[in-house]
Structures are given as C-alpha cells and as structure tokens.
C-alpha cells in the first residue's frame, strides 16, 4: 500500500515536471498541420524532423549553440575564478565580517537585473562590445557571482583549517592554495557552482537580445527570438518547439554527465576524525 | 644548530582572550624543548606563533640572533606536524612529502630522491602511490612527520602529534620519534599535555598554564624540584599527594591526622606538603616519625600497587609492592622527600630544616 502510494507520488512527480518539455518535443516532431489540430493529437503521425532540419537552414542554430556555449563556458570560469580567492578569505573572516559580506551578496544578487540593463548597454557601447561574446562573459559573472561565493565559501569553511596552514608553511601562496588546495578539495561544490553558473548563462535572454544584434553573434536564446514564420501572422511552433529542444538538450546532458562527478567523501583522510 | 628565543610574547586574541601572557623562552639548538601543560594553557598557540600561523600582539622572536617575526610562515623554514595530521587527501602520499619541495623550485629528479629517502626512513616506500585516505593510522601520523622531515627544517614544530594514535602505538612511536629527531640531529618544539609523554622525549621541558611558563627546566628537575604547587601536581603520575598543613610544636596537623615532620624554618604557620607516592616508606609496625594509616583502596598498576592510605581525614597515595600494605599500616614520610609550598603563593618554600640532605 505505502509502496503503491509512493509510485503513484513519484508518477505525479515526474508527470507534472516532465510533461511541459515531453509536449514540446513531441510538438517538434509532429507534421504543421496536427500541432493545432482539435482535438488534439497526442503523438505525431507520422514522426517528421522537418522542422528541426529547418531550423538549421533557415538560421545557423549551430551557430547559436556554439556561441552560447562559448560564452557561458568563459562567464562560468571567469565566475568561479573571481569567486574562489573571494571565498576563501570569507571562509576565513572572522563571523562579523563574513555575515556582513555575504548578506551584501545576497543584496546585489538580489538586485533585478534589468535595472542594470541600460547602463550596461551604454558601457558596453562605448567599449564597442556590441556583437562581442566580451559583452555578456563579463556582465554574466559578475551578476552570478554572489551565487557562486555563497556556494564556495559554506564548501570551503567546511574544509579543515589545518590543511590551508599546512599549505601556508608548505610556501604555497594564498591563490595557489585556493587552486591547489581549495579547489581540489572542495571539488563537489566547484562542480555544483559552475554548473548553476553555466545553466543561469545559457538560459539567460534579456542582455544576449540587447547586445547582440548580428544573427552570427547570437547566443541560442535570442536566436530562438528571431525564429519567425513566412508571415507576420504565422507562429512557426514546430519550428520553436524544435528550438526549444535543442537548446535545452545540451544542458540536460551536461546536467547528468556532471551529476555522476559530483560525489562527496573527497576529503576523507584528509584529518584524523 | 640553532637557536630560538621568544622574549615577552603576549598573544591576545579578539574578545580579550590572552592565549600568552609575557612568555620568554630559550629553545637551544638540537635538542627537544616540550611545552607541557592542561588544554588552553596556551601551548599550542606558542608553537603556532614559532610557526608564524599567529603573530603575536607583543614580544619578540628570533632564531639564531634572526628576527623571525617579519618573515611569513612559508618562509620560516619551519617542519609542522600537525594534531589532526592535515595531510592533503587529494594527493598521494609522495605528493603529500613533495608539495613543499616543488614549491621551492626543487628540480623533479632531486625532489623524487628526497621523497624516497625520507619515505624509507619513515618505513613509507610501499605507501608512496596511496592516498592518506587508503593509510591507516599510525601511517598517517608517519606521512605528517615525513611532511617535515623531507623539507630539513631548520625547526621542527610538534603539535600533540601522538594524541589520535592509540595507547600502544602511541608508546612505541613515542620512542621512535625520539630515536628520529636525535638522528636528524633537530631542534624541535613539542607540545604536549600528556606528562609521561614530556618526560621520555625532551631534553628540557617548559611546564605552562595561563599563558605562561611556570617553570622550565630538564624533565628530571622539574620532577624532582617542582618550583609551584600546579607543577607539582601536573607533573609525575600517579600524582603528588599534597596535605594542607599547619605547624603544631616540632610537627604538624592536617585535621585531625597529626604528621611527625618539622615544617621549614619560616615564620609561615600554613604549608603545603607534598610527597610523590613512590617516596613515602610502609612499614608493618610503628617506626620513628611514622604514623598510622589505613589502607582504604589498591589499584594494581603493574609491579607496583597503588594504595590509597587514610589517617584520620587524610589520605597519603603509596606506590609500594602489592603485598606491602594490609589493614593498618604505619606511614612515613622522609624529610628530604618532602616538597613545601607556600599556600598563598604557591611557591616551593626552600632551605628550610626539617628537610635532610639526599
């Protein structure tokens, strides 16, 4: 009976989480004409990827995903570097001043980032950024730094103090600590961390649509923007769908590969418990 | 070889806390100097400023005639070996003894023959490709040492390195260590809480609480002429038995049990008298300057018992043969056995009479 009822609660589970995106996969593939058709067709007859083929005619969606990629793989290793060495010496200070610090994170990663969308784009014009990946990299970690800092810093304060006073008399300097002790040691949450950053990069659209304006230079979420029908009155939704899908697709696999990396128990042996 | 003098050291840490107050020290070259004492006498934060891990608020510090205080930790030259070990759990146990070595910039092929040297002194050639994480115990604690050794320090720094190891380890690596550090001819500080550990491994021994050093001295002074009452009790297991005194005629009173020994020529009425329980006499019949007393409880402690002997609201602790004592007993304490202190002031009250010569 409890069995029962805990299938039927993960059945529930998944439908409600997994449906969503099991509909527009299966809108992706479906032929124009049964997307829209009433009543509703539920799996498509037959399977087609014409529109997944259009979309990489008509649009260099490979582009898109390349640039994203790019872009977010360069803001998440710019992010976690400015985060790990601030991390560190959070993890350090004394209670006050840590409490202090990260509760002023919170406040800026709190902050609307829209608010901050018009000064970025005048800085951005004046360095002449825009169309450059250069434009999003630095504005995307900085804004997901908080994040990253809160997730390092409680991963590093776990990390026994001995060990960075042991690396401290070995002559490792306070950075090379960071990479070569830190880093390594608080491996799970580096791993968590970029992966929260990369994904909030990836997904993000409201300063990739402001900055990027050339179709070559666009990131995968305004490129999916600029997807548009033959006509100003046809919504193409095979064609957005299939979008959709693809640009979640990497992120998904990227979601599992890191998920069997992220294990615990690294520092075991670490100190005598 | 070398050298180090601590002068003055006050450690105060926020919130008013003074880990050291004024300590002054002289840790001569190539020998062991122990800082004994309970926890939170300040030890332990001693030996992290030697390190450089805390700077102190007050004080100075130099090695060889050198002022340490300015140089950073890394640069020390300095061998730590920490209580929790802190090996690097991501690295293999060669990398664990060579990170210091290629921080220094020492090419691949001399770092790999250092790490095999000090590995086969440690009896660590086999465990060089583990992690700290696959060793046992007693190996990690090797691994922590090697850490020191393989840098050739010019100070080797021990904080409670023994402490996590088990009783029997603990004795047979008590020794080695000793064995080691006269063989690689240190000048190490070793702190520690545990006397008998203190006694076996140094040659001078600094005995600390509240901040400062209460006495200092080698391991068989110290036992044998304990400058303060705290000392005296610290030091030497099973402890010091210790009656609060008062002078009565030509003897004294401890409540109602009467002792037959002349307390010190002083105008003090008040004593603290001491005796270790290997030094005071059984006997089975009265004796001149004895007293009765009788046996409330033996502990077995190997060859020797120890009793616990009462007269009247007194006890005397004696380390005697385990047939020595039976129902009533007749004690005494030999004067030139005997440690007076000042109650007031705690301090070991000498040349008195009363105490004959050894």
Known sequence: MRRALFALAIVAVLLWSVAPALWQALTALKPDEQITKIPTVYLPNPVTFEHVTALWERKPFGRYLLNSALVSAWATLLCLVCAAPAAAVLSRAPARWRNRALLGLLWVGLFPPILLLFPLYEGVRFLGWINQPAAL??????????LAVWVLESA???????????GRLDGLRALDRVRRLHAPLAAPSVATAGLLVFIFCWNEFLLALTFLTRDGAKTVTAGIASVAGSSLYEIPWGQLSAATVCATLPLAILVLVFQRRIVSGLTRGAVKG | MSDLRGRELVKEFPGGVRALDGVSFEAPGRKILTLLGPSGCGKTTLLRVIAGLE????GSLDLDGLDLLGVPAGR??????FQNYALYPHLTVA???????????????????????????????ALLARKPGQLSGG??????????LVRQPRLYLL??????LDAVLRESMRFELKTLLRRVDATAIYVTHDQAEAMSLSDHLAVMRGGRILQYGTPSDVYRRPEQVFVATFVGSPGMTLWRVTRDGDGCRSGAARLPLAPPSTPAEDFLAGIRPEDVEVFASAAPGSFQATV???????ARTLFTLRSGDALTRVLAAPDACAGRVWVRWPPGRVHWFDPATERRIDGAIGTEAR
């Open chain 2, 296 to 302: 409330e409880g033996a502990e077995l402690m190997g």
């Open chain 1, 156 to 166: 590093f304060r776990a990390l026994p103090r001995e060990i960075e006073e042991a």
């Open chain 2, 159 to 164: 904080d409670e390195p023994l402490s996590n």
């Open chain 2, 76 to 81: 020390r030259d300095v061998g730590f070996v």
């Open chain 2, 139 to 148: 190996q990690q604690q090797r691994v922590a040492l090697g850490r020191a």
């Open chain 1, 137 to 146: 990299i630095i504005p995307y970690a900085a804004l997901h730094l908080p």
């Open chain 2, 55 to 58: 700077s102190p608020t007050s």
């Open chain 2, 95 to 125: 990398g664990n003894l060579g990170l210091a070595l290629e921080v220094r910039g020492m090419a691949r092929g001399e770092r790999e023959r250092k790490i095999r040297e000090t590995a086969s002194i440690l009896g660590l050639e």
